[in-house]
């Protein structure tokens, strides 16, 4: 848990943007291109390991203790912005980096909404 609140700085800079993508996430899959440099700078290795995945369930974050820092930073802005918040109540989305860098919300199908909440 050192990298917690490491990452928010980047995020903040990054959610208007991101609360544009979430609301359009019904019609299609979102991208947020970000830049490698960005981690780098605020990463503690240059090797670090900075993909994860999530999932946001009715305003909850699942399967996020897991995840990395940057990923627990990435939700503590989501849920401290009131409107991302209401946004967010009656969404299902995954959110994913991967290597490329490249933030993704993809809606997430009833069926298996069902089962990451029996998981739970």
Known sequence: MLDDGRFMVLWQKYAAVIHVLLKNTDSDVQKLQLYKHEFDVLGQKQ????????????????NIVSTTGIARDLWQVLDTKLATRQLLKDRKIKVSVGK????LF?????????ELIEQV
């Open 47 to 62: 090797k670090a390991n900075m993909t994860f995945s999530f999932n946001l369930i009715n305003g909850r974050a699942v």
């Open 100 to 103: 490329s860098y490249e933030l």
């Open 106 to 114: 993809e809606k997430i199908p009833e069926a298996v909404c069902e």
